[in-house]
């Protein structure tokens, strides 16, 4: 992982967390106040994006990674996932460093990567400016649960 400063992104990278910044905007988070933007470079130039969406029976939440995933493989099966970004901000934080995906994403961006069979770069920012940058899930999640487990 590198941490970056956000003006010492690429110009690629700054557009695709700008897209996040826009996609959080429509977060739906009453609950926890926790509102989380994602958005996907994909290899047809293509961007996607995804906002959380909480519900009161709270296992039925919707996480913003998931919502552009599943967008991107329904309206876009033949394309890879070049880079993905995620924005975070608390409604009570002002200087919020960058979060990283929860467990359930994180295994859920692993399977998108070996579906593909090619790793995309993770650029997640906070409201203070700082990024993170990962080169693939596996910076973000080492020992991954696959399908090697489910075999005879």
């Known amino acids: 992982m ?3 400063d956000y003006s010492a992104l690429t110009q690629d990278e700054q557009d695709l967390v700008a897209a996040c910044w826009e996609a959080q905007e ?33 296992p039925l939440c919707l996480c913003a ?15 890879k996932i070049k ?19 929860c467990g359930a994403c994180r295994q859920v961006l692993y399977e998108y990567s070996a579906r593909q069979k090619e790793d995309f ?6 409201k203070n400016n700082k990024c993170w940058v990962y080169e693939s899930i596996h910076e ?7 399908a090697e487990f489910l075999k005879d």
């Open 83 to 101: 880079a993905l970004a995620v924005s975070t901000s608390a409604a009570l934080e002002t200087d919020q460093k960058p979060a990283p995906p």
């Open 2 to 4: 590198k941490c970056k």
């Open 140 to 146: 973000l999640l080492p020992h991954t649960f696959d």
């Open 26 to 58: 429509l977060s739906y988070a009453p609950y926890s106040k926790f509102s989380v933007g994602c958005s996907l470079l994909m290899s047809n130039g293509k961007i996607i994006k995804g906002a959380n969406q909480e519900n009161a029976s709270y």
């Open 121 to 126: 770069q993770i650029v997640l920012v906070g």
């Open 65 to 79: 990674e998931r919502v552009a995933l599943s967008y991107a493989a329904m309206h876009y099966p033949t394309e």
